[in-house]
């Protein structure tokens, strides 16, 4: 039983990474260029390890000031919980009913519970790349200044591995709860499309009940003086993230070991529960994904069915209804613009009101000058964040496969293609640049015009990464997929909008800090706006003179 | 007839591939100095074993690929050089015909209509047939993903006929089709033929090729080694051993 659980999460592993390796061309130097992508990982890793471990060290020494240091380990640990909580429900609908491997592997004689535990322990491994990054860095930072003893490092790791099973568990749970229901539906694909909004939706409303739990002034005065009001709401509701907190905190020692086995004990009867449960739902709903589209014959409308339209329009409407209708490239492209946006904002204030118990006018009154360049450059990098979760553009040639040379014999220019298919990714930028503009502007009631200037700036920041993001495509096309997948996930190409936008991010932030307090902010992020739209000519201009060269890899 | 064609100031030639060569790798030609003549009103048939070129060739046709030396005029345009004049000229059917799943079949023949812009009357008469023809009209409001192989591959095959093109041009279009539609699809490119269209196909099966073709050409290896009618093909591979076997590899009948 147990081999077996081994050896099936080994192959699923193996499968999602080699097909990362096939994502190259074949023609290509494989060595010097797979180095290449090794290192600019480590980069990039490291350039966020950097960010969480400066930002650790200050708010930890802040802390320490007034001697509420153990306030840090709270948050952090809230901060893992929420995290894994979100990112694997993602996974977890990929990994449980979209991923391709599950062709093979269901029809194999393996029992369900083993799959599950199977299918699990991948979703844990990935993410457990996130927690060394949010969890261990500030932690270790955390050990080394409060100057902790040799237990603490070894109740760290203890923690880390273990305290992220139970969110994972819980998404994973809800997923699986809500696809199983999936056997009563007659078009099982379009239910899971829905059901996966539907779990969204709720998580998107649960987090925001959760903390925004209404308290009596008395019990918030107790709990301010308690000084990490949110964490200690609550320690209730999840009883392993006080076991955390406890076995890293140096009460006694003997409180400290008991509060180890504890949170090992409980993650361990969760997991065995959740495993009972999981194989008897997991079935239910997988089965029904390998049956494809059911043949229907349903009448023409004959009216609408012949109507013509301007090549743009429906060009344009092909490339929203391939992305819409199919459902991973719905969530990996789609979804984040609407979601990421709403989570992070939403979360971060609500866990700002939460724990210190004023309201969001309180916040918004915090920030005395509202046109403050720093405000300006502030939301354009929240904007740019966000960007980097929509790929769009950079999948808009690879999504189409075997389909993309369509491209090429139809008597359409190719510019004016790129130009259709880089539409649905600005209109998906703008609409997440104003969806972030209006919570700003709830949270903080900014002046209209320095709003508007604002969202001119990030839209013309939008249209430039479409352009630029739909380049990348061009010159690596991955074209030779047989699941939507490894589009979206296991597609090396992805990794360049995050490094433009960590590169634009950091640019922005050292023209604010050089040149910000000399200009008018009105004007700084005006010129800035008009700095995008002039490199978004120059970005198309590229494009358009070298059309021809830039499709030589789509064949 | 002959002083229209002749006043066109091009001499009945509908495809003309001059010394085309192509290589996917260095120094290896997957398309070895290729020259062509397709003319105005004949079915054109493009044999070859497996790999011989065929695929290779025809997307430089459709203008998919670049040659890397030569070039390919289709109606007198060269779809190098004016490619978007060239390519009004054509319908394309490729070899895989997993078109655009997501869409249904009927979004997919509107799109085509856009794109080659056909106005409304005419788009729904055409649509109509088409799809009658095919005995597909039915599942037009489904999507593409739920068509067998067959009724993808004639959801294709009506979308190149759209805006019945001068010329029509089909990369291994009998694979997939049950007997009576294969039967359909040759009616359909003989009467195509008629009004001075050509129809370019290859195919890797003999007797494809005897049935329909005016005239044929073999390509083995990237290098074309014959062009002519049937009768002639069979002529020559009397005399020539080597001919003859790779008349042997081509396959002789479907499966
Ligand atoms: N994408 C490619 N990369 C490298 N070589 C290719 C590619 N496509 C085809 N070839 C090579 O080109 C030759 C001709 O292939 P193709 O035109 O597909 O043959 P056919 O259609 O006649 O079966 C073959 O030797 C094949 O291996
Ligand atoms: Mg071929």
């Known amino acids: 039983m147990k081999s077996k659980v081994i050896s099936l999460t080994k192959v699923i592993l193996k499968n999602s990474f080699q097909n990362m390796e096939t994502a190259k061309s074949i023609n290509e130097n494989k060595n010097r260029k797979s180095k290449s992508m ?104 955390y050990g080394i200044l409060t100057s902790a003893s040799i237990l603490y490092y070894i109740s760290m790791l203890i923690v880390l591995i273990t305290f992220p099973i ?84 140096n009460i006694s020692f003997e409180n400290q070991i008991l509060n180890i086995v504890l949170l090992v004990i409980t993650t361990a009867i969760i997991y065995f529960i959740y495993i009972m449960i999981g194989q008897k739902l997991y079935l239910k709903g997988a089965v029904g994904n390998l049956a494809s589209g059911k043949k229907t014959k349903k009448k023409l409308n004959e009216t609408k069915a012949f109507k013509k339209s301007s090549l743009g329009k429906t060009y344009v409407g092909k490339e929203f209804k391939t992305l819409l209708r199919n459902p991973i490239f719905f969530m990996q492209c789609v979804l984040p613009a609407i979601l990421f946006p709403i989570l992070i904002i939403g979360l971060t204030f609500a866990g700002i009101k939460g724990e210190q118990g004023g309201s969001i006018t309180d916040i918004a009154s915090m920030i005395t000058n509202k046109t403050s360049i720093y405000v300006g450059i502030g939301i354009l990098c929240a904007i740019q964040f966000f960007l980097m979760f929509i790929y769009i553009s950079a999948t808009a040639i690879s999504r189409d496969g075997q389909n993309a040379v369509f491209m090429k014999y139809i008597p359409v220019t190719l510019m004016k293609q790129i130009d259709y298919k880089v539409m649905p990714n600005i209109v998906m930028t703008t609409f997440m640049s104003i969806l972030t503009i209006i919570m700003v502007e709830y949270l903080f009631k900014l002046p209209v015009i320095y709003l508007l200037v604002i969202t001119v700036a990030g839209i013309a920041m939008g249209v430039l990464q479409s352009y630029i993001s739909i380049i990348v495509d061009l010159k690596k096309p991955k074209l030779e997929w047989n699941s939507e997948y490894a589009v979206v996930k296991q597609n090396m190409n992805l990794i360049w909008p995050v490094i433009f936008g960590m590169l634009n991010i950091t640019l922005l932030i050292i023209l604010t800090v050089i040149v910000g307090r000399f200009i008018n902010s009105y004007i700084f992020i005006a010129i800035i706006a008009v700095v995008y739209l002039l490199l978004t000519m120059i970005v198309r201009n590229y494009i358009k003179n070298n059309i021809v060269k830039l499709f030589t890899n789509i064949y | 007839m002959e002083s229209y064609l002749e006043s066109k100031g091009r001499d009945f030639v509908m495809i003309k591939i001059e010394n085309v060569s192509k290589s996917y790798v260095k120094d290896k030609k997957s398309i070895d100095d290729l020259n062509l003549e397709i003319r105005d009103g004949e079915i054109f048939g493009f044999l070859g074993p497996n790999g011989a070129g065929k695929t290779t060739t025809i997307k430089m046709i459709t203008g998919i690929l670049n040659p890397d030396e030569g070039d390919i005029l289709i109606d007198g345009k060269s779809i190098t050089k004016e490619p978007i004049e060239a390519k009004r000229k054509f319908g394309f059917v490729p070899d895989s015909p997993d078109m655009f799943l997501k869409l249904k ?42 068509y067998s192989h067959g009724m993808r591959q004639k959801v294709v095959i009506c979308g190149a006929l759209l805006n019945n093109p001068k010329n029509w041009i089909l990369d291994e279009p009998m694979t997939g089709l049950d007997p ?76």
């Open chain 1, 166 to 249: 139970i969110p994972v568990l819980i998404s994973s749970l809800l997923v699986l709860i809500v696809m199983s229901f999936a056997k009563f539906t007659k078009n099982r694909n379009r239910f899971q499309l829905i059901a996966t909004i539907f779990i969204l939706v709720v998580v998107c409303v649960l987090s925001f009940t959760v903390s925004d739990t209404q308290t009596t002034p008395e019990q918030l005065v107790q709990m301010v003086t308690k000084a990490n009001g949110l964490v200690e709401m609550l320690r209730g509701a999840f009883p392993t993230l006080g076991m955390a907190i406890d076995s890293l905190t």
């Open chain 2, 105 to 146: 079949g009927i979004e997919y023949l509107n799109f085509l209509a856009d794109i080659y812009e056909l106005p409304n009357e005419k788009r729904k008469e055409r649509i109509e047939e088409l799809t009658k023809k095919f005995e597909i009209y039915d599942n037009l409001n489904s999507e593409i993903q739920s």
């Open chain 2, 180 to 255: 009576k539609s294969s039967h359909d699809l040759k009616e359909m490119m003989r009467k195509h033929c008629n009004n001075q269209n050509t129809v370019f196909f290859s195919t890797h099966v003999l007797e494809v090729a005897e049935k329909l073709c005016d005239r044929v050409g073999i390509i083995n290896k990237g290098k074309l080694v014959f062009v002519g009618t049937f009768e002639e093909m069979k002529n020559k591979f009397k005399e020539n051993k080597s001919l003859e076997d790779l008349f042997l590899e081509i396959t002789e009948n479907e499966e």
């Open chain 1, 38 to 141: 090794i290192i600019l990982y480590i980069f990039v890793f490291l350039y966020l390890a950097g960010i969480i471990g400066v930002f650790s060290n200050g708010l930890i020494k802040e802390l320490m000031e007034i001697n509420q240091e153990q306030m840090f380990l709270g948050i952090i640990l809230l901060g893992i919980a929420g995290f894994v909580l979100i990112q694997s429900i993602f996974s977890a609908i990929n990994i449980l009913y979209y991923s391709k491997d599950n062709e093979y592997i269901l029809p194999l004689p393996i029992k369900p519970s083993q799959i599950v535990a199977a299918k699990t322990n991948v979703l844990l491994i990935t993410e457990y790349f996130i927690v060394a990054i949010i969890g261990l860095i500030p932690l270790t930072i």
